[in-house]
């Protein structure tokens, strides 16, 4: 069945969003609360390191989601599911979903947003948020120039989601 990928920077909300997806009855995966990605350093799979990564080791590792595993996500899904999250190999893998929907959100939102994360956890630390702006910096029009749907990520989970679908009926899902 048709899966869509959900993504955008760190603090957009994809987490949120697949929540309330699924709240809704729609499959809905998430690539890091469902172990569905891992870090890799070139192929050889590795594990993130428990202390925060510098900028060196983010240079040299990516975060894959695997194909197969869309593959077996798209399988077993019945009507039109979801997979939310952000992946180093996004272009390895979008031609295996229906649809791409890039959530979007300006630079004092995404701080606020990582401001509230637990201590330790990704996007905590002033690094992180560095990395995650200068990620996040081209995102859009990166990922419009290549067909995504881009949603405004500025509101509570229940309006982006309601957007999300909106988006998607026009272009024929959902």
Same mark, same amino acid.
């Given at each position: 069945?048709? #899966?869509?990928?959900? &993504?955008?920077?760190? /603090?957009?909300?994809?987490? $949120? %969003? +697949?929540? *309330? ?51 077996? #996500?798209?399988?077993? &899904?019945?009507?039109? /599911?979801?997979?939310?999250? $952000? %992946? +180093?190999? *996004? ?84």
């Amino acid at each position: 069945m048709p #899966l869509v990928y959900v &993504t955008g920077p760190s /603090g957009a909300g994809k987490s $949120t %969003v +697949g929540a *309330e997806l699924a709240r809704r009855g729609f499959p809905s995966y998430d690539t890091d609360l469902d172990r569905l990605s891992h870090w890799y350093r070139g192929d050889q799979l590795v594990a993130h390191p428990d202390a925060a990564a510098d900028d060196r080791w983010y240079a040299e590792h990516v975060l894959r989601l695997p194909p197969e595993t869309v593959r077996r #996500l798209a399988s077993a &899904t019945t009507g039109l /599911g979801f997979v939310c999250g $952000t %992946v +180093g190999n *996004e272009g390895e893998i979008w031609e295996l979903f229906a649809a791409v929907v890039s959530l979007s959100l300006d630079d004092a939102s995404i701080r606020a947003r990582l401001a509230t994360r637990a201590p330790g956890s990704f996007g905590s630390t002033p690094d992180d948020v560095r990395r995650i702006l200068g990620w996040a910096a081209t995102i859009d029009e990166d990922n419009s120039r290549y067909g995504a749907l881009l949603v405004d990520a500025s509101g509570p989970g229940d309006e982006v989601a309601d957007l999300i679908l909106s988006g998607l009926r026009e272009r024929g899902l959902g």
